[in-house]
């Protein structure tokens, strides 16, 4: 649907001569990238208002997808299946926002979060069929990683107190993201 969309708004303005030929398909993609994010952040603030938490599903929007943008992960195979995907993850993630907050699981989310920095220091990043990456691509992408990684547990630990909601939001970001990645890895060895 995003797809079409794309194509659409694409076509209308190539039609009017806005920019070269080979830029074409940059376009598209960069658009279709553009519109999905709105829609995942629309949807992300629709399950904030519904469990009351609309600023901790912004900064989960926002620290996910910086971590995916460089750890890469599992990655659906049609449009339709990345939006049901997304849909299940963003609303669970919500759900566990509002969870956590609740009822203050504050061991449980610390054991939660340090598996998930282990496994997404270990497996990132993980390429997949449409980007494969190069060695010294997955080498300069781990070291975004690691960054990513270290500026995130430093505000995990600075907001654990006072800021307790945003610290779960970059927890459950580590935590969701580090499932992409498993299951990304997997998807690499099992055949077609």
């Not at 299940?88 to 203050?104: D, P, V, W």
Request: aromatic share 16%; glycine share 4%; charged share 15%.
């Amino acid at each position: 649907m995003i797809g079409i969309l794309t194509d659409k708004i694409v076509n209308y303005y190539e039609d009017q001569e806005l920019f070269e030929n080979h830029d074409v398909e940059l376009v598209k993609y960069g658009l279709f990238l553009l519109i999905t994010h709105i829609q995942y952040l629309i949807i992300c603030l629709g399950f904030g208002l519904i469990f009351k938490c609309v600023t901790e599903s912004i900064v989960f929007f926002v620290c996910f997808s910086i971590l995916r943008m460089f750890c890469g992960g599992f990655h659906a195979s049609t449009e339709t299946r990345c939006f049901i995907i997304s849909f299940i993850a963003i609303a669970t993630s919500t759900y566990f926002i509002f969870l956590f907050e609740k009822h203050n699981y504050c061991w449980f989310l610390i054991v939660l979060t340090f598996i998930s920095i282990i496994l997404t220091l270990l497996l990132s990043p993980v390429d997949n069929k449409n980007k494969p990456l190069t060695k010294e691509e997955k080498r300069k992408m781990h070291k975004y990683v690691f960054l990513i990684i270290i500026v995130y547990s430093t505000l995990i630990i600075l907001f654990f107190k006072k800021f307790y909601n945003l610290s779960v939001s970059i927890a459950i970001s580590l935590t969701i993201s580090s499932l992409f990645l498993i299951i990304g890895k997997i998807k690499q060895y099992l055949p077609n």
